[in-house]
Structure formats: C-alpha cells, structure tokens
C-alpha cells in the first residue's frame, strides 16, 4: 500500500482548518474540515482527529464498525463540552470521515460534505454522500444534479461533529483490491474539481504523490477559494 497525505491553506483563506490522519499500520485514514465562519473551525477538527486517533481500537474485523461508530461519536462529545465551556469556541464544528481498511474491504464512517472516492475497475465511485441543504433537496426532488454545484445551499451542512450534543454516523462498507485506489478530500478539492477530473487524474496516475499534488494544483489553479486536504492510497 502507497499513501500520502497533503494539505494546503488555499489562496483567500487565513487559517487551515482541515486536518488529516493516516496510520498506514492499522490502516486507518481520517479526513476533518472545520467549520467556516465558525470560530475554533481548526480546534474542532484537531480534537476530532486526536480523538479518533486515540479511541479507534479493533482487534476483529465485526469491531470495526462499532468502535468507528464509538470514536465518531466520542469525538462529537468532546467538541461539544469543549465548545460550551469556552465562549470563543462556541458552535465549533467539523466534517469527519474515517476509514479503516481491513481483510479487503474499506469501513467508512462520515459525517458532513468531506468525501471518499473508490476509483476500481476503470470506474470512479463517490462512497460518501454529503450531509447539505442542497443534497437533501436533490433527494427530495427539489433540485437537479447538474445545479447542485452551484446551489447556494451546496455548502449549508445538515450534520456536522460536535454542533450538537449528539451526531448521526453514517456507516459504509466497500470491497476493496490491490490496485484500487481511495481518495479522502475536503470540499476544498470537490469544488472545484469535477468527479471527471478526478477520474481522469487517478485512472493515469502510478504514485500517490504525483497524482495528490496534480489534484492540488488544479484545484489552486481555478482559484484555491478553501483549504484543500487530500489523502490518497493506492491498495
């Protein structure tokens, strides 16, 4: 397995609040994007991380989801307490997507509009949904796919960790080979990139170095309006 992990600032912003983890020896892989407008945006994605970090433990592959589930929702309490004893960190909040990968398939637990791409068989496959007003409304029928890029309400979350005293987890469940790719990114990276481009990039790519850092420079090419966060593996 080949794995690299990238993070930049973008060109408008004035913090980074994504944050990333990956232990490439329990094969587990986390992605965080803080909250913007929100202050404590980057305490909240950091204490997710160092929460999953520190409470994601399985022996068993039937352990997998229940302590993803646990860790996700350990990690909403602690931003949550934390958020209440300090004024300044108030309403912080956070994406959260986790993966873990193990006797060949890929666990996810997501929370948010972060995303987890599965590029296998010369097909690129988006695992994750994303938990916003205008996904909801593509769901109930009240907006078309092509619009939702656009939609002003494309980046209005439904869900997100630690904005609550209690948060849904949403669990997925993939096969996964050798030769498969995973790409875990911020909404940094999805808007402005099409699942084409992300297509196209992974089905020529060799590296995950090379592949991750030309995904980035596109992205900062048409503007960089965000932080961008990038994990990708090759199985």
């Given at each position: 397995?080949?794995?690299?992990?990238?993070?930049?600032?973008?060109?408008?912003?004035?913090?980074?609040?994504?944050?990333?983890?990956?232990?490439?020896?329990?094969?587990?892989?986390v992605v965080c994007?803080?909250?913007?407008?929100?202050?404590?945006?980057?305490?909240?994605?950091?204490?997710?991380?160092?929460?999953?970090?520190?409470?994601?433990?399985?022996?068993?592959?039937?352990?997998?989801?229940?302590?993803?589930?646990?860790?996700?929702?350990m990690a909403n309490?602690?931003?949550?307490?934390?958020?209440?004893?300090?004024?300044?960190?108030?309403?912080?909040?956070?994406?959260?997507?986790a993966a873990v990968?193990?006797?060949?398939?890929?666990?996810?637990?997501?929370?948010?509009?972060?995303?987890?791409?599965?590029?296998?068989?010369?097909?690129?496959?988006?695992?994750?949904?994303?938990?916003?007003?205008?996904?909801?409304?593509?769901?109930?029928?009240?907006?078309?796919?092509?619009?939702?890029?656009?939609?002003?309400?494309?980046?209005?979350?439904?869900?997100?960790?630690?904005?609550?005293?209690?948060?849904?987890?949403?669990?997925?469940?993939?096969?996964?080979?050798?030769?498969?790719?995973?790409?875990?990114?911020?909404?940094?990276?999805?808007?402005?990139?099409?699942?084409?481009?992300?297509?196209?990039?992974?089905?020529?790519?060799?590296?995950?170095?090379?592949?991750?850092?030309?995904?980035?420079?596109?992205?900062?090419?048409?503007?960089?309006?965000?932080?961008?966060?990038?994990?990708?593996?090759?199985?």
């Amino acid at each position: 397995m080949r794995v690299v992990g990238i993070t930049d600032i973008g060109l408008h912003r004035k913090r980074n609040e994504d944050y990333f983890f990956i232990d490439q020896d329990k094969r587990i892989f986390v992605v965080c994007d803080g909250m913007g407008g929100h202050k404590g945006g980057d305490v909240a994605s950091r204490l997710a991380v160092e929460t999953i970090q520190e409470n994601l433990i399985f022996s068993v592959a039937e352990e997998i989801i229940p302590a993803l589930q646990s860790a996700a929702k350990m990690a909403n309490r602690n931003i949550w307490e934390k958020g209440k004893s300090d004024d300044a960190l108030y309403e912080m909040g956070t994406t959260l997507t986790a993966a873990v990968i193990h006797d060949g398939s890929i666990v996810v637990a997501h929370v948010g509009d972060s995303s987890l791409y599965l590029y296998k068989e010369d097909q690129l496959i988006k695992v994750t949904r994303n938990h916003t007003l205008a996904e909801q409304m593509f769901n109930d029928g009240l907006l078309k796919k092509e619009d939702m890029r656009s939609n002003v309400y494309n980046h209005v979350l439904t869900r997100a960790v630690g904005v609550e005293s209690h948060v849904e987890v949403d669990i997925y469940q993939e096969e996964i080979q050798a030769g498969d790719w995973v790409l875990m990114c911020t909404d940094g990276l999805t808007d402005l990139i099409e699942d084409e481009k992300i297509y196209e990039t992974l089905r020529g790519a060799d590296e995950p170095q090379e592949a991750a850092q030309e995904l980035l420079n596109m992205a900062l090419s048409k503007g960089g309006y965000d932080n961008i966060t990038i994990v990708l593996l090759r199985v």
